[in-house]
Each structure stands twice: as C-alpha cells, then as structure tokens.
C-alpha cells in the first residue's frame, strides 16, 4: 500500500463547477497535510494546509480532513480555466518533517 | 518575495557522465531538502539537511550521488555517473526551522528546479 494514495486522473471539470479531489494515507499518526499546485513544467507550490479535523477554508479552496478516516480532499469552488494543474497531496508523518507526496492528480477546467 | 534558487534551469548530459545542481535556500532556512520528480509522479525524497547534517538520506541512491551542505545554507546535489533513468526533475525545498530543532508542521517552498535530461 502506498503512503499516499490519490484520486486517479485526469479529471475534467466545466468552468464554475466545483473540483473535488481527494487523498488517502497510510499513516494514522499522520499530524499535517497539505495540498500543492503544479503547472506543467513547473514546481509545486502551496496552497492549502491543514492539522484539524474538518474544514478549512481560504478564497475559493476548502480543504478538508478526516483523520479517523485518513482522508484529506481539496474541492475547488467556482473553478476557472487557470485551475488546471497537477493538484498534489502531501502528508507529514507523526515524527520527523519531511513530506511524502502522492502521484497527483491533473485537473483540466474546460471553458 | 524570498525565494529557493536553483541552477541550473535545464541540462542534458551523456550517460556515464558527472552533473551537478546548486541550490541556495530561503534565507534562515535551517531544513533543506532534495526531491527528485519522474515525470507523471509525486516528487520523492532524495536527502533531507538539518543545517549542515544529513537527516535523512534513505532514499539516496548512494552508490552514484552524492549530496552537501558544508555550511549549513547552499546545498549541491552530485550524480556520478549519471543513468538513463536518472532523467527527471530535481527539486530542491526549504522550510523554516529553528536551528537544532527539526521543523514541524508547515510546508515546503520549492525552487524553480533541474530539468535533467540524460541522453
């Protein structure tokens, strides 16, 4: 079993729908999770974390967690054409800092 | 804005070959990490420093790389010699940490990363 399992892709979403992706972990001592954005050819960057169970919310992103569950997802409301990207998990484990990443899932908002 | 700066953008090399990447972290960031990206997949850890002590380097192929940070700030990643399958992104991160102390709980920034090509 992976560390982080996420959502096989390619998703496809219209214009103003919302984007729902999702992330399961292995690691029940698991404590942060974050979600980072890819662009083709580009380096990921960060847009949302969470420690909390339950929902955190910041402009259009929510992302939420459920700890009991081991499951992180990211929706994306109102999602605009400059939203496609690879959108990657990435959880930090109970000990250490380091970041174990999920393979991505590539989202395409269609106009 | 700070940011983690990379170099080189781009290189393609022969196999067999040595190639090296520089990467210089946000400034104050104790914690740096090597990520190496195979297109289509999550980065993967390659190192992880603490200042200028290797914290975690189980995912090192150590038999060809090779990875510094003598002074505690930049960091070089060395292949030698470079395969095929080494053909990837490498990305290198930072995260504020306080020295002595393992960082804990915020993300990473991300440099621009090496597009290595092996030909």
Redesign the interface.
């Known amino acids: 079993q992976k560390e982080v399992e996420q959502n096989s892709g390619p998703l496809s979403v219209p214009e103003g729908a919302i984007a729902s992706l999702n992330c399961t972990y292995s690691d029940r001592g698991s404590q942060s999770f974050f979600w980072y954005r890819q662009y083709s050819g580009k380096s990921p960057e960060l847009i949302m974390f969470i420690y909390s169970n339950g929902d955190k919310e910041d402009g259009r992103f929510t992302a939420q967690l459920n700890k009991a569950s081991q499951y992180v997802s990211l929706l994306i409301r109102d999602s605009q054409p400059s939203d496609s990207a690879t959108y990657l998990c990435a959880v930090k484990p109970a000990s250490g800092s380091r970041l174990t990443f999920g393979e991505g899932t590539q989202l395409t908002v269609n106009p | 804005e700070a940011e983690v700066a990379q170099s080189p953008r781009y290189k393609i090399t022969e196999k067999s070959q040595a190639v090296a990447f520089w990467c210089d972290p946000i400034s104050g960031h104790a914690?740096l990490?090597w990520y190496r990206q195979i297109l289509?997949?999550?980065?993967?850890?390659l190192v992880?420093f603490q200042d200028e002590s290797v914290?975690?380097d189980s995912q090192l192929p150590k038999d060809r790389f090779s990875a510094e940070r003598l002074k505690g700030v930049d960091s070089t990643l060395k292949i030698q010699p470079a395969e095929l399958g080494d053909s990837a992104?490498y990305?290198c991160a930072s995260?504020l940490?306080y020295r002595g102390k393992?960082?804990?709980?915020?993300?990473?920034?991300?440099?621009?990363?090496t597009?290595l090509t092996v030909v």
Not at chain 2, 40 to 45: A, F, N, V
Request: cysteine-free; aromatic content about 14%; proline content about 4%.
């Open positions: 914690t990490y289509g997949q999550g980065p993967e850890l992880q914290v975690d992104m990305l995260s940490g393992t960082d804990d709980g915020y993300g990473y920034t991300f440099g621009s990363g597009r």
